[in-house]
C-alpha cells in the first residue's frame, strides 16, 4: 500500500534559499528540456526524456557548472516531469480530449517546485536530511514506517512543504484507530449544514471563503491599484497568496476532523453520488458549493474507510433520497428545493428534509450490511468495493494532509 503525507517544512534563510535555487533549477531544466524536445521533433529526430538527460548531463559540467552544486535528482526529475507531460498530451489526443501541450515555465507565474529520490532522503524525528543541504526542520515527523518512494518540495503562499509517497507493508502496519464497533449510519451533505447525520447530529459547513470575503475582495482591489511588478504589489500578492492559504486549511480542518470521526464510530457510512460540477451550474449556489468541498468529504471518507476497517455505500445519483419518506417509503416527488420540512400524505409523519434524506441513506447501507454478513463479510477486517464517489476515478495511493 502507498501512502501520501504531505509535511510544512521550517527551514531557517539559508536553507529557505537553497530551496529557492532547487526551484529555480528544476523550472531551468525543464524549459531547456522542452526547447531541446522542439528542436529533436523539428528536426525529424524522435525526441524522448531520457536521450535529452543524457545531453544535459554531458554538457552540465561546462555550460552550467552551477547545477553540480545541487542534487543531481533535481534535473533527472524535471525531465521526467517533461516526459510525463508530453505522455499525457499525446494520450489526450489519442482519445479525443482537450489536448494540453507543454509550455514553458514561467519564474513569475509557476508555482516553484523541484522532485527528489526518496531514497536520498533521511527522516529524524521533526528533521529531515536533503543531499547538499543536510537537516531542515518540520513541523511534524513522517507518520509512516516504510519505503519513501518520492518526495516533492513545494512553495505556496511562502511555505515549504514536502509531499511524500511511502510504501508501507500492511503486513506489519496497521491505521492505529480502528473501528470497533458495527454501527451503520446515513450521512446527508449540505451547503448550510456540510452534514446531516442520521442520528441526529448536524456538522455546520466552515463558510471560510464567505467568512474572509470582505477582506479578500479588499486586498483584491488594493492589488488592481498597485503597481504591477512593484514592491508593494508583490507585498499585496503574498497576502492575498496567505489568505488562500488560511480559507484552504479551515476547510481542510473541517473536512478531515469530520470524516475520519465517520469512519472511526460507523462500520458502515451511507452517502450519495452528488453531482457536484452539475450543481455549480446554478449561479445562485455555486459559490456556497464550492465553499461547502461536499466533494472532499466523500473524498477523504472513501480512502479512509478501508483503513480503518469500515466501508463506503454510495447511493445511486438519481435516489430520491430527500423525497422518500423514511417512515413508509412513499416518494413525495413534487418537493421542492426550498421545502425544508415536509409531511407525508400516506403516513401523516413530518420530516426535516436533510434527516429525513440521512436516514434513507442509513437504511441503505444497513442493507449492505446485513448481505455483506449474509456472505461472511463481517468482522473486524471487513472490505467491500464501493463506486468512487464524484465521478473519482479509483487510485491506491492515499493521501493524508
Known amino acids: 500500500m502507498i501512502l501520501a503525507h504531505r509535511i510544512r517544512l ?16 528544476a523550472r531551468f531544466t525543464f524549459n531547456w528540456g522542452l526547447a531541446r524536445w522542439q528542436e529533436q521533433h523539428a528536426a525529424g529526430e524522435k525526441p524522448s526524456w531520457q536521450k535529452i538527460n543524457g545531453e544535459l548531463n554531458s554538457v552540465k559540467s561546462v555550460e552550467f557548472p552551477w547545477m553540480t552544486e545541487l542534487p543531481w535528482a533535481i534535473t533527472n526529475k524535471a525531465l521526467s516531469d517533461l516526459g510525463a507531460a508530453f505522455t499525457n498530451f499525446f494520450h489526450r489526443v489519442k482519445f479525443g480530449q482537450k489536448p494540453g501541450y507543454p509550455r514553458f515555465k514561467s519564474r513569475k507565474r509557476s508555482t516553484p517546485s523541484f522532485a527528489i529520490e526518496g531514497r536520498a532522503l533521511h527522516f529524524d524525528g521533526k528533521k529531515i536530511k ?76 466552515p463558510r471560510a471563503l464567505r467568512a474572509h470575503e470582505t477582506k479578500l475582495r479588499r486586498l483584491n482591489k488594493e492589488l488592481s491599484r498597485r503597481t504591477r511588478g512593484g514592491k508593494n504589489w508583490h507585498k499585496t500578492k503574498a497576502q492575498i497568496q496567505r489568505l488562500h492559504e488560511r480559507i484552504a486549511n479551515i476547510r481542510r480542518d473541517v473536512t478531515h476532523k469530520l470524516t475520519t470521526s465517520l469512519v472511526k464510530r460507523f462500520r458502515w457510512i451511507g452517502i450519495e453520488d452528488l453531482n457536484v460540477v452539475g450543481m455549480t451550474k446554478n449561479r445562485r449556489l455555486a459559490k456556497s458549493v464550492m465553499d461547502a468541498a461536499m466533494s472532499e468529504v466523500s473524498r477523504q471518507l472513501a480512502y479512509k474507510a478501508p483503513l480503518v476497517g469500515s466501508a463506503v455505500v454510495v447511493a445511486d445519483r438519481w435516489y430520491p433520497s430527500s423525497k422518500t419518506c423514511s417512515g413508509c417509503g412513499v416518494v413525495y416527488a413534487d418537493l421542492s428545493l426550498g421545502e425544508r420540512r415536509w409531511t407525508c400524505d400516506a403516513c401523516g409523519a413530518e420530516h426535516d428534509r436533510d434527516k429525513n434524506a440521512a436516514e434513507n441513506l442509513r437504511a441503505m447501507a444497513a442493507a449492505q450490511a446485513v448481505t455483506a454478513c449474509c456472505h461472511g463479510s463481517a468482522g473486524a477486517d471487513l472490505r467491500i468495493d464501493v463506486k468512487p464517489p464524484l465521478g473519482q476515478e479509483s487510485s491506491n495511493v492515499v493521501s493524508f494532509g
Open 130 to 205: 536533503i543531499p547538499k543541504l543536510g537537516w531542515v526542520r518540520t513541523r511534524e515527523a513522517l507518520r509512516f514506517p516504510g519505503k519513501v518512494l518520492s518526495a516533492r518540495f513545494t512553495k505556496r503562499a511562502g511555505y515549504w512543504y514536502v509531499s511524500l509517497q511511502v510504501e508501507v507493508d500492511e503486513s506489519r502496519w496497521s491505521y492505529p484507530h480502528r473501528c470497533e464497533t458495527q454501527a451503520v449510519v446515513g450521512v446527508d451533505l449540505g451547503i448550510v449544514d456540510l452534514a446531516v447525520l442520521s442520528t441526529g447530529e448536524r456538522i455546520e459547513a
Open 10 to 25: 521550517d527551514p531557517n534563510n539559508v536553507q529557505a534559499s537553497w530551496l529557492e535555487r532547487c526551484a529555480g533549477t
